[in-house]
């Protein structure tokens, strides 16, 4: 498949659930004291959040148009 | 200021989660503009600010002796003797107590965090995934510099008008002389005899 016929949807999907995971990776690392907090932010939390910007950023770049279908029922 | 870091996350969650849950919404145009402000521009937001709370969380004193190899050393700060410099410049607040580790050991050149942040992983690393050393056996990668008092000392007129310091000044600016193994101020953590020494208490 094409990566432009993919839809929109479901980069969104994708990317949200990236950030997500990747803010409460954040959250952990900053109620938990400890040297490896900062490891854990560093590579794990800043890896999900960064990929998620940049599925988002590829969404608006190689997603293809809705179909008819997709907008008679948005 | 880490309280507006922690409402930026919760408000970047709450939208990521309303586009998981939700992305047909997007085909709306202010959705549009939403999802691009919940998907890049405050995720980013929440990395630069994760990451300057994490750096000035990390030059805090308890982050130091939180590892294990290190707790002696903080241990040593509340040596009730001023001939110890460490505990002498931490008790009387000649450096900020809550960052008193950061002021002696930071390398205050231009890239210096950089290079600390580095210095700081490789210590993680030897700490969980490699053996750790005894806490006496640490050393300081190439020695303690002098650089690192003169950035406070140099220019401190009870510093500069001591003899000593000015007849030595060009040996200690070029590191040929040490401020601390010539001899002069050799008593620092001594974290090997702390059994034996007495400790100052800041509540008496």
């Known amino acids: 498949m094409k990566i432009s016929a993919l839809r929109i949807e479901k980069f969104l999907r994708v990317s949200s659930f990236l950030i997500v995971l990747g803010l409460v990776v954040e959250i952990i690392s900053l109620l938990w004291f400890h040297p490896l907090s900062f490891v854990l932010f560093a590579f794990v939390g800043?890896?999900?959040?960064?990929?998620?910007?940049?599925?988002?950023?590829?969404?608006?770049?190689?997603a293809g148009p809705a179909t008819a279908e997709e907008k008679t029922s948005t | 200021m880490v309280g507006l870091l922690m409402s930026q996350i919760i408000l970047s969650l709450v939208l990521a989660l309303a586009f998981l849950i939700r992305p047909g919404v997007t085909a709306n145009v202010g959705w549009k503009i939403v999802a691009f402000i919940g998907l890049c521009i405050l995720p980013a937001m929440c990395i630069v600010g994760?990451?300057?709370?994490?750096?000035?969380?990390?030059?805090?004193?308890?982050?130091?002796?939180?590892?294990?190899?290190?707790?002696p050393y903080?241990?040593?700060l509340y040596l009730d003797d001023s001939k110890f410099l460490p505990a002498q410049h931490f008790q009387n607040h000649r450096v900020p107590p809550d960052t008193a580790c950061e002021a002696c050991h930071a390398d205050y050149s231009i890239y210096g965090p950089l290079k600390d942040k580095a210095r700081g992983l490789t210590r993680i690393f030897v700490q969980y995934v490699s053996t750790p050393p005894e806490p006496a056996s640490i050393r300081i990668e190439g020695g303690f510099k002098n650089g690192q008092c003169l950035h406070c000392h140099e220019?401190?007129?009870?510093?500069m008008e001591n003899p000593v310091h000015s007849s030595l000044m060009a040996s200690l600016m070029s590191n040929q002389m040490s401020c601390l193994t010539s001899g002069c101020h050799d008593a620092a953590h001594d974290v090997d005899n702390l059994k034996n020494e007495k400790f100052w208490s800041p509540g008496q």
């Open chain 2, 155 to 159: 220019g401190a007129r009870d510093f």
């Open chain 2, 50 to 71: 994760g990451m300057n709370t994490h750096i000035v969380r990390s030059e805090q004193r308890r982050f130091c002796i939180s590892c294990h190899a290190m707790e």
């Open chain 2, 74 to 76: 903080g241990r040593s």
């Open chain 1, 46 to 62: 800043i890896t999900l959040i960064g990929l998620g910007i940049l599925v988002y950023l590829a969404s608006l770049v190689f």
